[in-house]
């Protein structure tokens, strides 16, 4: 069982930054569509941002201008960038990579920004 390893939720003040780092097994990142996740209490998954193998780029508009997703092959490791932080996007973080159909999921990490 593969799974992905997360990392750098915290608590934060609206407008600070974070930023969640995903590591993955190298086979896996390199051909890997990636994906970031949220889930705030008694909310459904929502689809934050995504990287597809050939590297194209979305992002919920509820993120667009404050979120960066990024990937570093050499560390096969995928990042997630947050600045400008809201209390609405208080959420438990979740990174995704689609592997041939097959999807790996990290941990969670807790991300709280405090009004």
């Known amino acids: 069982q593969v799974h992905l390893v997360e990392s750098g939720g915290g608590l934060v003040q609206s407008g600070g930054s974070l930023r969640l780092s995903c590591a993955a097994p190298?086979?896996?990142?390199?051909?890997?569509?990636k994906a970031w996740y949220r889930q705030a209490p008694e909310k459904q998954r929502e689809l934050v941002a995504t990287?597809?193998?050939?590297?194209?780029?979305n992002y919920a508009d509820s993120v667009k201008g404050r979120f960066t997703i990024s990937g570093d092959n050499a560390k096969n490791t995928m990042y997630l960038q947050m600045n400008s932080l809201k209390p609405e996007d208080t959420a438990v973080y979740y990174c995704?990579?689609?592997?041939?159909?097959?999807?790996?999921w990290g941990q969670g990490t807790q991300v709280t920004v405090s009004s």
């Open positions: 995704q990579m689609t592997y041939f159909g097959t999807a790996f």
């Open positions: 190298g086979s896996i990142f390199s051909s890997s569509t």
């Open positions: 990287i597809s193998r050939a590297g194209s780029i």
